[in-house]
């Protein structure tokens, strides 16, 4: 209800104080006709407040105007400009970096990741399933996660839909079609937009702690995770997951606040500003989307057991002990046996794992 | 087949707006949109010059280029037209257009712009010609008629010139060596200043 | 100076609300149609059995025919047809009139919108009337019994000159001649119209000068201008369309274009010279002009010799302003001037051409002549590519002036005297007696009446110092602003004194809601321009034929349909509409028409039957573009429009005179000399000289020299008595014998011989710079009533109080005091592009309201930041007088240090207070502002009582 009565509050108070120039075009650089000016006083000078042979063409004055120079517009939307030169280059990066090397880094985190399905397979517990479980993610941690979870998908499916949608989609299921399609993932997208806003910031509150790196955490870089041979020892969050972590709260902010620019664009000062949100959301979008196929994969299909911490909460005691296998020291305060381990450096005593095994399970 | 352009004559053009208004007229066009505007450049100042500007119909027009739907379309005469129906109103022709083209009806709150507007130069869209279809979304279809764009018929000063892209450079280069020395002529204001002047 | 607004919506509720309304797109065409509620049947079923080639299946999905009608624009006084598209009684769209020669198909943002005219979203609707401080519907029954009822019992009372009868420029020549017509059977001369706030100096200075009042050339010969000089004039905002003309002259002609201007205008940026002045100096630079030309020779001497009296005069005054002393004054530098003076004198024949920012002053008359005489000593008068070019400002003042809805003349410039009622009542079919029975006394009947920039003081002044029995007690705002004339604080005063107080307009107009009346008040709603029919005269004295566009929108009426109602209630119908068909209320336009044709005979106006008129209208395209002359088709040889004077009557076939005064025509094809109007020999005070021209006379004439205006014992004398038909020499012999001249002969016999030997009827005299029976026969700088220029005073004062046109007229007694300490800046006004006159029907345009919605100041950046303004806030403008406007600060280059600027169209906030809430429900214009004249203050001319709107004093105040 907050979060409905937020948004609503929001809107009311865009209706009224916005003003239709949200959409204006002002300079946020020096006025471009600095140098100029001195030429007409200097041209004033010579022949009195205005030439006698005709208001004369300067090239320079042209230039200016072709790089955005500033005037005193009539009316409507399209503010002071007479050529909004940063336009084309806004063009460019969209069209040529952004939809096509976008789109080729997406295709090849699919194909890495395909790639990696094939050569590596599914990660299998060693020790097969214990039946034995502990307690990973609780409830609020879960509803949290699949919060964010289905709004980053709704978002994602319908920002691929404005950003390669033309290029993917509608040869296959025509114009007028895609346009329906792409209406509904602008409409869905400018709706849902904001409660990631919400599902963000939950998110962090739930899962910060524990997400500060740590020691352990170079040794498994070191160990390049235990994906490439030895295992790599984590705690209640590896390496990678920190990272993932980190990823969606930067990179998230990142996408809220453009987003919000281009949600309200009265907030921008300057049309500058929207065309860099576009480009900065779109790049952001592609670096989550890409990292979020990683996530999905491992958490589904790439690792056995890993799923069951985000659906029962519950993992598979062999599960922890062979991917988190420090956590599962904190935890129940055994050692877990490992070959390969140089040894812990040191045994948390009794009262420190189970006041972490009480914050994890309530 | 013609290739129609748009030229406005700086020297000319005296921010009169009888160009944005016959536009409003011609289409009815609502408050907050305009199809044209005229930008005003060292506005009191010695060197002060107007221009008309609305949709230019590039060759290779930036927001054909960006729309997410593809909803333009350019004529065999070289306009830019879009397709009302398939816009989804999301504000990229806006930021790639250097004309400041595209206008919105609404104010863009939750992204909320509705059907892109613009200048059609007088040439309607894609329903058929004179359907009242067609006028409601797009005014009137000038061109089916045989005309020219009416901002530029009925320009107070004749700065504003539409047609033909020969026809109308050709009444401009007329212009421009009718004006001789001093208006038009390209660097001459730089390179000879303070010479040959009363 | 254009504060332009990037896309900021109006605030106030009620006007989003009428937004929110209209981008929900009610205002098409077709909602139009279901709105408009006219009866589709009858003219669609007729449009259908034409058949034919539809030459648009239009947008409205209708196939019915679409019909061409030409008007014209209602704006300014270019004269821009209007190509209306109508279809099943809907105006539906604009064409432009690319045959016209005045347009070339072009508008500027005002005719581009006209249409809106039919939408009237915010027109006055029906009847009303103020009942306890609301607006109350009624009938026109009701309003016409009423409102009679009223001024019949103030006539009873206070007499006939209690009420005021305050005309239009908006009218056609048909409506301004019958409303001065009306007003002359209503019994008063208390009746006026804008042309006093606008030309009059030009008109009494011109008239003065060389005979005629009016433009001596018209804006297609600017194309043969060599040279343009513009003093107060800003074509590129109140005359767009001229502005083609002008560019072509420079363009082509490589013709320099210089403009004399407080403001940096938008007409200065297109200039090749810019001269900035102070305000209120024009006689100053004219004279500072003239030196240079004197000093050097440059004058054309053969030309004065022959046709100028008196510059030996004006030598001596010119004297006196060598460069230093004019730079002292005007601020402008000697040098500049002298290049000035050269361009002109190297750039012959050039033209003058002025607007406001000349006329509105204490000395205006003063400024007019001098203009006058910087043009006869560059001999560039009578000339085609020279010519004084005065730009009038609404569509038809030129007309309304000639048919003289004046407080001081009859149609036609005749005057007040008993021989120009008598003229008038022939041509009226009614006795002289009937008509003096009307006034309060014959002395009234000849007197001046109230001008209507004065008609504050006539409400308000103590009736002991009022040349007339009463105080004025009802006004009648028949088509004008009340925004438009100064003393604005005052006027509220007067508004709320008066008994009685009638707005017959399309729209409400800030006359309805200024004051703090509770009832008493009237608003009758009349019809647009587009609505009805008749002639209108453009700024060129060319008459243009508008048709009728569309039926007049919800109950308004054509204004000479309300006329008719009221000359019937008040009890002179019969004999007003003697010879006037009448149906079903509406008077018919064309016997109007005809009937002025046949008294009109000093300006010409008897030539333009209604029938050559329309057949200039259908063949436009036949006329050529720079000299108006029809090459071929049906009036072949005839000059577009007929510009007056367009001699005799009709059957002559005068082709009407293109350029005034321009010799190297013969009279018959439109060639002039000057006319013979003050006399033979100047005063013995100015040396009892011949005032005939010497050896000029234009071509073909018989007589090789000046003569005097044409008699019928002058004809006799010459021996052309015998060209006379038996008709016309019967009417001549019975009406004053040898003693009838060319003005009043009847029957146009006298003007028709005259012509024949190629004489002008008007005779043939020179021009004269010196007005001997003026204030200041030499024009004479003098200070503005509210000058920043203490130290002028002993040099330039202004003239002594006087009582003028019934009135106490002030103006030693202000300049007295100084207020410059106070009130720093010099204050002055003037158009915006998108606007008009009071701005009411603009700023009720919602395609023009879009584009200015914010009064404003323009302030110099330098003075801004000594007083601490930023661009864009609030600021307080007030002037001595106390009153004080509430607007937004512009910081622009564009006015000098120490001046600063305000449009005058805006209205509907009075004081820092927002009227919006006292309109009538739906009849609040798009855009309300101050208006700027609310604080200008008191001032005007020393001949004609033109206000001063372009100089005072005012301080400047966040606020």
Redesign the interface.
Known sequence: MDLRELVAAMFLFALIVMPLESLQAQSVRPPANAVNQGIDKQIDEQIGTSNTLGTNSQSDYWRDLRHGKDGLATSGQSGRKLIQAQGEQWRIVRKTYIVKYGGWVLATAIFLIVLFYLIRGKIRLKAGRSGETISRFSLPHRTAHWFMASIFILLSISGLILLLGRTVLMPVIGKNAHSIVASAAMQGHNLFGPLFIVALIWLTFMFIRGNFFQMADLKWILKGGGLLGPHASAGHYNFGEKGWFWLVVIAGSIMAITGMILEFPWLAESLQLLQISVIVHAIGAIALISAALGHIYIGTLGMEGALDSMTTGDVDVVWAKEHHDLWYEEVTGQKVANPEAEGSQSIPDHNQISAQSQTTET | MARMKFLCDAERCIECNSCVTACKNEHEIPWGINRRRVVTLSDGKPGERSISVACMHCSDAPCMAVCPVDCFYQTANGVVLHDKDLCIGCGYCFFACPFGAPQYPQAGNFGSRGKMDKCTFCAGGPEDDHSAEEFKKYGRNRIAEGKLPICAEMCSTKALLAGDGNIVSNIYRERVVGRGFGSGAWGWGRAYIGEGRT | ??R??????AKGPRLSSA?KE??K?T????TFLKKSGLAVGGIGAAATLTGGRV???????SDAKVELKKSVCTNCSVGCTVMAEVQNGVWI????G?DSPFN?????????????AAHGDRRLKYPTKLVDGKWKRISWDEAINEVGDIMLDIKKTSGPDSVYWLGSAKHSNEQAYLFRKFYAFWGSNNGDHQARICHSTTVAGVANTWGYGAMTNSYNDIHNSKAMILIGSNP??AH??A??HL?KA???N?A?LIVCDPR?T???????????MRPGTDVALIWGILWHILENGWEDKEYIRQRVWGMNYIAEEVARWNPEECERVTGVPGS?LK?VA??LANNRPGTLIWCMGGTQHTNGNNNTRAYCILQLALGNIGKSGGGANIFRGHDNVQGATDFCVLSHSLPGYYGLKKGSWQHWARVWDVSYDYLLGKFASEKLMQSKGIPVSRWIDGVLEDKKNMDQPDNLRAMVFWGHAPNSQTRGGEMKTAMEKLDLLVVIDPYPTVSAVMHDRKDGVYLLPATTQYETYGSVTASNRSLQWREKVIEPVFESLPDHTIMYKFATKLGFADEMFKNIAINNDEPMVEDITREFNKGMWTIGYTGQSPERLKLHMANQHTFDKTTLQAKGGPADGEYYGLPWPCWGTADIKHPGTPNLYDPSKPVAEGGLCFRNRFGLKSPEKWGSENLLADGSYPVDSEIKDGYPEFTMGMLKKLGWDSDLTADERSFIEGLSGDKTNWKVDLTGGIQRVAIKHGCAPFGNAKARTVVWNFPDPIPTHREPLYTPRRDLLDKYATYADKQAYRLPTMYASIQKNDYSKDYPIILTSGRL??YEGGGDESRSN???A??QQDMFVEINTADANNIGIRDGEMVWVETPEKSKIRVKAML???VGKGVAFLPFHFGGHFQGKDLRSKYPEGADPYVLGEAANTVMTYGYDSVTQMQESKVSLCKITRA
């Open positions: 100076m254009l332009k607004k990037i896309g900021e919506v937004l209209m981008t797109g205002v098409d065409r077709r030459q648009k299946a239009h947008a409205a999905g769209g604009q064409e432009p690319f070339l198909g072009a508008h500027c943002a005002k005719g581009a919108a006209a249409r809106e590129t905002e767009p369309v502005m083609q560019m420079k363009e082509n490589n320099p940096f938008r007409t200065a940026a297109k200039a090749t010279e810019y001269v900035r500049q290049r050269r361009t592009v998108e919602p395609w023009l879009e584009l622009t280059e564009r």
